[in-house]
């Protein structure tokens, strides 16, 4: 089962940021966080990934907390492009003999609307 | 470089035909990863290929099997199809299994 908690859907309006939660309770301390997007019917797209700092590149921004139980992913301008499914992952550590596999939850649907 | 290349894109097939699926990795990338996503069941990990060997398996059948050759390009194979077989299916490759994967655009089975 999937370690993450996501709400199913979202709305956004076109040019402002997109706020996207995700609780992760019982995420072990070297366990990492990672969102990917899946525009319709495309293969999952890699957006960003965190252990415990915050996080910034081209894309977008992810926040941890300190407790790393919830993190948000941040898309500071969103366009009508990133409207997708996003998913917020909790991968087993680097080194573990089950990194190769990610376990997917349901995402959220982020619409966003001009 | 070059993304994960999946081939074919489309396909279609009747029930208890076998199909085979390929993947291209990215140059350098020896891990490779194959997934299935129905609407039902979303997006569910079929098994880990690295270094030709298979180092994890999901909660598949025995009808679902795959391989990776010496210069890591991956087969699924599906036999005995079913029409819940039908699906999008993944492919993704990482250096080595443990770092970020990069998902192909998938093929898409249609059993009928």
């Known amino acids: 089962d999937a370690k993450t908690t996501q709400p199913p859907s979202m709305d956004c309006a076109e040019g402002r940021a997109a706020n996207l939660p995700c609780n992760h309770s019982?995420?072990?301390?070297?366990?990492?966080v990672y969102w990917y997007r899946q525009i319709h019917s495309q293969g999952p797209q890699y957006i960003i990934h965190g252990l415990k700092n915050n996080e910034t590149n081209e894309m977008a921004s992810l926040i941890i907390t300190e407790d790393r139980k919830s993190s948000t992913l941040i898309l500071p301008h969103a366009t009508l492009r990133d409207t997708a499914v996003y998913y917020c992952i909790v991968r087993l550590p680097h080194g573990s003999s089950n990194t190769g596999k990610l376990i997917f939850g349901q995402g959220t649907t982020l619409q966003v609307k001009p | 470089k070059a993304g994960v290349t999946q081939t074919p894109r489309y396909l279609i097939k009747t029930r208890g035909q076998q199909v085979t699926l390929s993947c291209s990795p990215i140059?350098?990338?020896?891990?490779v990863s194959w997934y299935q996503q129905t609407p039902g069941q979303g997006l569910q990990f079929l098994f880990e290929y690295f270094s030709e060997t298979q180092r994890n398996k999901g909660n598949f059948p025995g009808r679902f099997s795959g391989r990776q050759f010496s210069n890591s390009r991956s087969e699924m194979n599906v036999s005995t199809l079913e029409l819940g077989d039908s699906a999008l299916y993944l492919c993704?490759?990482?250096?080595?299994?443990?770092?970020?994967?990069?998902f192909g655009p998938g093929t898409r089975l249609l059993v009928l």
């Open positions: 019982t995420i072990s301390g070297n366990e990492y």
């Open positions: 140059s350098g990338h020896r891990s």
């Open positions: 993704a490759s990482s250096l080595k299994g443990q770092e970020t994967q990069y």
